[in-house]
């Protein structure tokens, strides 16, 4: 039987961010054309001809908001009809995690404004990113529960409170601490320096981590469940 076809192929990004001092946060656009102009979504856009899916989304991301992230995950395919009222259109999404300190935001092409919205504050988006910022959280979570990820948001040395505030933040939930610092500290890509965390009031100073990446890389391969 033919196939009567006219679609479009479009790449979005969901790309988290991440801070001791405001948790996980969502990088969005403020669109300047219709459909839905003046309203928040997430940064992406079609594909041109010429351009691989991995191409079209860092430049997307680039042009619209001046984030340049060296790797994204691809998260998933949504083409529901109608989910676009100008066109049938499939967007490939990718996420992944930063830190929002280092990029200077800079709104341009389809985006009047740029901006990080805490992931319990998302404003009214468009199109149907509501679904697919919580799909990508759902894989966030999931994945940080077998494979160490986040640690380049943290100081080269850091206490280790700090890794259990990420994680906290990732799962929007409450770990056991006790036992969420045994179990890491098992692997061995975690090790303990001689190093003072600096504390501003009273309070025991504990020491500083560092990541091994090696040991990290060494585990990644053998495969590792954290059972949190």
């Keep these: 039987m033919p196939v009567s ?12 961010g991440y801070t001791s001092k405001e948790g996980l946060s969502v990088l969005l656009i403020k669109r300047n054309i ?28 680039t042009e619209e908001t001046g ?3 060296n790797y994204l995950e691809q998260l998933y395919s949504f083409g529901k009809p109608g989910r676009d009222p100008r066109n049938r259109v499939v967007s490939v999404t990718y996420y992944g995690l930063v830190k ?4 200077h935001l800079q709104a341009d092409t389809d985006a009047v404004d740029v901006a ?5 504050k998302i404003p009214t988006l468009a199109f149907d990113h509501h679904e697919i910022i919580a799909l990508a959280h759902e894989r966030l979570k999931n994945k940080i529960l077998y494979e160490p990820v986040g640690f380049e948001l ?13 994680y ?23 090790e303990e320096t001689n190093e003072k965390q600096q504390l501003d009031g009273a309070g025991r100073p504990g020491n500083l981590f560092c990541f091994n990446e090696a040991k990290y890389f060494q585990l990644k391969k053998q495969g590792i469940n954290f059972e949190i």
């Design 67 to 69: 984030v340049n992230i």
């Design 100 to 103: 929002p300190g280092a990029f």
């Design 168 to 190: 906290t933040a990732v799962l929007d939930r409450e770990i056991d601490r006790r036992n969420f610092k045994k179990k890491v500290l098992k692997f061995g890509f975690l």
């Design 154 to 166: 943290l100081d080269e040395k850091f206490p280790f409170s700090e890794l259990e505030k990420l």
């Design 5 to 16: 076809q006219n679609i479009k192929v479009a790449v979005d990004a969901v790309v988290f």
């Design 116 to 120: 990080w919205f805490n992931i319990k």
């Design 34 to 61: 219709d459909p839905y102009k003046n309203s928040w979504a997430l940064p992406g856009g079609l594909v041109g001809n010429d351009e691989s899916l991995e191409d079209a989304v860092q430049r997307e991301l």
